[in-house]
């Protein structure tokens, strides 16, 4: 699945040229940066430290603004309920999109459109006369311009980096946003204390205006040009088959559909209630939240050294300590002691992501990414509304505790049946080049790999061989990437 930082519940998504072709990359670049970090590269990465900033910041500026309106916990609710419902709906057509015309331009617009609300937003609250139908409409249009943006920004980044770099380019983007979303956490909380939401609400708006900017110069010269499809329904329908083909694919999205909506309930509802009641209040959920970020950062910083060879099993092994923080609400432990779980739980997370990003950017062919990661999005996210819904009547009827407890069993469960798929404990990082077995599950042939990225015969580096008649739709996916 698409995995985003779960506690905070903020985005993911980036940029650039095909894998198994020479990218912008390649060209020359200072001696100081990584052979893997080309132009594309930096500059989504660039773009995504300055959005991460501003956006985490706005999510604490959107709820003082919503109480300086004289809203309630409520209200702060339904503006949530009026980002996430367009982020739901729009996200399928988001990605046919995507896969249709050039990812960068889908993603300059829907920073635009996350501009111009935010803009909107900021000057409203400035005034003083915000009203919740426009906070809701507002964000709302943000959830639409993130439903069109995370598609395209997930594709754009996977096919910026080559294969034999692919992990370690990821691992140090998600560290760096991840990094980007405390430090914009921490400024945000100061400044609404210091200048008022508005301000920075109008910060977020900036940040849109300048991410875009960086984003208009990538340069997509050497992406083929997409041969036209047979209309926006095919596409779906095209991004589908390749979704459902996969065993390994649909099996995880199903099961974070259940981890996602189960640690949103956890995070908005059972972790505040918890820190009220048992732990004094809310400055210790904080800094337990704190925790997580720091552990997602050093998970990212463990996933640029480490490059596991059977990275599926391991990142959903992986899952299991994502249930830690629930166990630890539901006892519930000292503050010190949550933190250190929340901690645990992000580094957890890192090994998952970073293994599931460089699956997909090795599994999935390129003209499809983008489709293929909206499914991915829409399972992760589809039953995220009913669980933070029922997370109160759970209460009611069950108990804190045992409910918290039920959480972590049904984490436990989903991840442990995601193990009976073969795909998931046998597929293996493949050399560059070298296409899928049957299943997808590691190489198709045990031979050297010379320095084009085909296997080395008799006569020197050749191309991939084709898939036999029968062959998997991963092996299928693998040639078109690498050959």
């Known amino acids: 699945m698409t995995i985003r930082p779960v506690f905070g519940l903020a985005g993911r998504g980036g940029g650039g040229d095909s894998p198994g072709v020479t990218n912008r990359s390649a060209s020359p670049r200072s001696a100081r940066r990584p052979e893997w970090a080309g132009r594309n590269y930096v500059l989504l990465t660039a773009a995504t430290i300055v959005t991460s900033l501003g956006a985490n910041g706005a999510l604490i500026a959107t709820t003082w603004a919503v109480f300086e309106s004289g809203g309630d916990a409520g209200d702060v609710g339904l503006v949530a309920m009026a980002r996430f419902l367009p982020l739901v709906l729009f996200l399928l057509i988001g990605g046919a999109v995507a896969d249709r015309i050039p990812r960068h331009r889908v993603m300059v617009a829907a920073n635009g459109l996350n501009f111009v609300s935010q803009a909107v937003f900021a000057a409203l609250v400035l005034s003083g006369t915000a009203e919740l139908w426009q906070m809701m409409v507002l964000t709302g249009l943000c959830g ?27 691992a140090f983007y998600r560290m760096a946003m991840h990094g980007a979303g405390i ?37 997509v010269s050497d ?25 390994w694919l649909w099996s995880i999205v199903a099961q974070f559909s259940v981890v996602v909506a189960l640690i949103g309930a956890v995070e908005a509802v059972y972790g505040p209630l918890v820190a009220r009641d048992e732990l004094g209040g809310a400055r210790p959920w904080g800094i337990a939240l704190a925790g997580y970020g720091v552990g997602t950062v050093a998970g990212a910083i463990l996933m640029t050294r480490w490059k596991p060879r059977r990275m ?4 959903t092994l992986g899952v299991f300590p994502i249930a830690l923080p629930s166990a630890a609400l539901a006892i519930p432990l000292h503050p010190v002691g949550l933190t250190a779980v929340m901690f645990v739980s992000g580094v957890a997370m890192e090994i998952f992501g970073v293994s599931w990003m460089t699956t997909m950017h090795q599994e999935i062919p390129e003209e499809k990414l983008s489709r293929v990661s909206a499914y991915d999005w829409f399972g992760s996210t589809a039953l995220l ?8 009547p759970a209460e009611s009827a069950f108990g804190r505790t045992e409910s918290l407890w039920g959480a972590v069993a049904l984490m436990t469960l989903v991840t442990a049946l995601v193990l009976l798929v073969p795909d998931v404990r046998n597929m293996t990082r493949r050399p ?6 049957k299943g997808g599950a590691g190489p198709a042939v045990d031979a050297p790999v010379a320095a084009g990225g085909g296997p080395v015969g008799a006569a020197g580096a050749v191309p991939a061989p084709a898939p036999a008649p029968g062959a998997s739709a991963d092996a299928e996916g693998a040639l078109r990437r690498n050959g």
């Open 144 to 170: 639409v311009g993130q439903a069109f943006f995370n598609p395209a920004a997930e594709g754009m980044l996977m096919s910026s980096v080559t294969g034999e770099q692919a992990s370690r380019a990821f």
């Open 183 to 219: 430090g914009g956490a921490a400024l945000g909380g100061a400044l609404v204390a210091f200048v008022g939401a508005g301000w920075v609400l109008a910060i977020d708006a900036a940040a849109f205006a300048v991410a875009g900017a960086l984003r208009a110069f990538l340069d």
């Open 223 to 247: 992406i083929p040009e997409r041969k036209p499809g047979g209309g926006l329904l095919a596409d779906l329908r095209e991004g589908w088959q390749e979704f459902i083909g996969r065993p």
């Open 312 to 315: 599926l099993l391991v990142g």
């Open 385 to 392: 509304p009913l669980s933070t819904a029922l997370a109160g």
């Open 432 to 437: 560059h080049g070298v296409p899928a077995a």
